[in-house]
């Protein structure tokens, strides 16, 4: 057929024919292969078409490792100090030493008394021997301040009754050690090495407070004086007396021995 361009239209009906004859033979190959393939098992099947197969004895085995084997150790006991101790090592007689026996500490001698700084000077005509007194107004309770010095406190009741310083003991000691705290001895005169007695009297009121407060007999010290009545003064005010005590206030005699 003629296109009328030039250039005639190809033909297809060669090729299909060549392509269609060669499916067909293929096709009749396929047939003839199955109809002529042998039957039955080729491999496990019972008659001649078994195979047999044996194995092969020429190759070498390949080697398998060996089991570890656990040897006992002799460089360590694993054994000792875990469930048993071993037993004590024998004390050899020949190392041992006997001790010195060690002697009793001797009392040492007492030692006298140094003469080197004691006080020459005369006492004053009535100065009172130091750890000696007099009848006291009141039964005092005695006690040691600093630097060995002495001191004593006596309280009565006039008027009320009874004994306050076994019934209020503890009253008694506050108002001690209150006092005792604030004698400052420091201000004393350096030139006096001992004073007689001297005697303070007070009275505490009912709200602490301190009343008729003099010196009742004097250390013929002005310095020593001075320092015990200012440690009266500065302990005021007091505790407020018991509120089971009936009286009004109490007189309260207190003493002072000073001595370096």
Do not use: C
């Amino acid at each position: 057929m003629n296109t009328g361009l030039g250039s005639p239209e190809p033909r297809l009906g060669g090729p299909l024919a060549v392509s269609a004859g060669m499916h067909a033979g293929l096709a009749v190959v396929a047939l003839v292969s199955v109809f002529f393939a042998p039957k039955g098992n080729a491999w496990a099947g019972v008659g001649g078409g078994a195979v047999s197969i044996t194995a092969v004895g020429s190759l070498p085995g390949v080697p398998l490792p060996r089991p570890t084997v656990v040897t006992d150790s002799r460089v360590a006991d694993p054994t000792k100090g875990l469930y048993k101790s071993e037993p004590p090592p024998k004390a050899d007689a020949r190392d041992a030493t006997k001790l010195t026996e060690f002697e009793k500490e001797k009392k040492l001698a007492p030692t006298k008394r140094s003469k080197l700084l004691e006080d020459k000077t005369e006492p004053p005509p009535n100065a009172v021997p130091y750890g000696q007194t007099g009848t006291p107004t009141l039964p005092y309770t005695q006690f040691s301040m600093s630097n060995g010095n002495q001191g004593g406190i006596g309280v009565s009741t006039p008027g009320a009754g009874g004994d306050f310083g076994t019934r209020y003991s503890w009253y008694v000691e506050a108002v001690q050690r209150r006092i005792s705290g604030n004698w400052l001895q420091s201000t004393i005169d350096p030139a006096v090495r001992f004073a007689p007695r001297v005697v303070v009297q007070f009275e505490i009121s009912r709200d602490g407070s301190a009343r008729s407060v003099r010196i009742m007999q004097s250390s013929n010290n002005p310095s020593v004086d001075r320092s015990a009545l200012r440690a009266v003064q500065d302990s005021v005010p007091f505790q407020p007396l018991p509120g089971d005590y009936s009286g009004s206030y109490v007189s309260v005699e207190f003493w002072f021995e000073f001595h370096r």
